[in-house]
């Protein structure tokens, strides 16, 4: 990326990468908030327990 471009270029560059990739990375992550605050009404991912299921019972 060339330093010489102006506020404008750089807006409108990150405006094109955004549409082509969309948002990578999350503005906030559940490392800064916590699981609570990312699942407020307290229900478990339909992903996260089926993982949960497939714990080997000497594992759990």
């Known amino acids: 990326m060339s330093k010489d471009l102006t506020p404008a270029e750089r807006a ?7 549409e082509v990739f ?8 559940t490392d ?7 699942d407020p009404a307290g229900q478990v991912d339909a992903s996260e327990d089926w993982l949960l299921r497939q714990v080997p019972p000497h594992h759990g």
């Not at 409108?12 to 955004?18: C, G, P, S, T, V």
Request: aromatic share 0%; hydrophobic share 25%; glycine share 10%.
């Open 22 to 29: 969309g948002d990578v990375l999350p503005d906030q992550t």
């Open 32 to 38: 800064e908030t916590g699981p609570d605050a990312a």
């Open 12 to 18: 409108e560059r990150r405006r094109r990468l955004a």
